[in-house]
């Protein structure tokens, strides 16, 4: 491979793996070539290690962003979801455009919907002086850590699955970057009837229920939030809200009975003991297998600009 393998301090080692793997520029720091030339290789390279860390190749723009993007030839995957992000060129979108003094949590893109993108690409155009890491975690380590400190729980649900509710926000509150879109935004209807069908069509829940605010519960289970894939058990479908607050979301066992909350303390408590918390760089491009593992933004402070691209 013509990729320096590089170092960072903020790495850690799962099972004799680096991650995220860092690759550096060679003689040659044409990202997009390299890329065309190696594509199998860094293929192979992101399913051993999870996520590629591309530093110190001088990508300074999103049309450059996007070029390295399509250098890769895996097809788009639009964007469906509540978060507000505005569409930059191409397959490009900004991050997740809430306030950078607000956590988003750990989670894996479009989870809760019935097609969800296989890798997820970041580009940092401009990093911010504080905070603002964009952490990354193996879920199949959350899982073998759940059920090494709550095996009755993870037991329990396998047996009867979780179940929770998600709000949009109302009326009032349209187009507020803080709290998303409302159900009329995020399905693109104002009919309850066609919104519904919709949701069952496009959003892996089970029933909608609406409010008289103008606010809607996406209802989904009950389910078991642990799913098989690349021949691994991955802890995928939420089980706190984007902010990690438990009153984003209500959450309860599939027979309706209450979540435990050390349990709950226990899956903060190793997501944040194995993520890496990524201190972003001017050009860096990361790419993350969004099958294997979640991300999340810690809070930070303007100006910050990060871009993304889906694929499917």
């Known amino acids: 491979m013509g990729f320096v393998e590089g170092k ?34 860094l293929t192979d390279l992101l399913l051993r290690h999870g996520a590629i ?64 993108p296989s890798k997820i690409f970041f580009f940092c155009l401009e990093p911010s002086p504080e905070g603002s890491q964009t952490s990354i975690l193996p879920s199949y380590i959350v899982v073998e850590k759940m059920e090494e400190l709550m095996a009755e729980f993870v037991a329990k649900l396998a047996q009867v699955g979780l179940t929770f509710r998600l709000r949009t926000v109302n009326d009032a509150d349209s187009g507020d970057i803080v709290k998303g879109k409302t159900w009329k935004e995020l399905l693109k209807t104002n009919d309850k009837v066609e919104a519904e069908k919709r949701a069952l069509e496009s959003i892996a829940c089970d029933a909608m229920e609406f409010h008289s605010d103008g606010s809607a519960d996406f209802i989904f ?61 001017k050009g860096d491009v990361l790419l993350v297998d969004n099958l294997m593992n979640q991300h999340a933004r810690q809070p930070g402070k303007q100006p910050r600009t990060i871009l993304v691209s889906l694929c499917k």
């Open 221 to 281: 289970g009950p389910l078991d939030p642990i799913k098989e894939l690349g021949g691994k058990r991955v802890w995928f479908k939420p089980m706190l809200g984007y902010t990690g607050n438990e009153k984003d979301v209500h959450i309860s066992f599939g027979d309706g009975s209450p979540f435990p909350p050390k349990a709950t303390e226990a899956y903060k408590k190793i997501s944040v003991e194995n993520s890496v918390d990524l201190s972003w760089q």
């Open 53 to 116: 860390l591309f530093r110190g190749f001088g990508v300074s723009s999103a049309e450059e962003f996007s070029r390295v993007v399509e250098a890769f030839e895996w097809d788009d995957m639009p964007y469906m979801g509540a978060a507000i992000r505005a569409k930059v060129v191409n397959r490009i979108f900004t991050a997740n455009d809430s306030p950078l003094d607000q956590l988003i949590y750990f989670h894996h893109e479009m989870s809760l919907f019935k097609e969800f």
């Open 8 to 41: 960072i301090v903020e790495e850690k080692v799962f099972k004799g793996k680096v991650f995220p793997k860092t690759l550096l520029p060679c003689n040659r720091c044409d990202l997009i070539e390299m890329v065309r030339g190696e594509r199998e290789q």
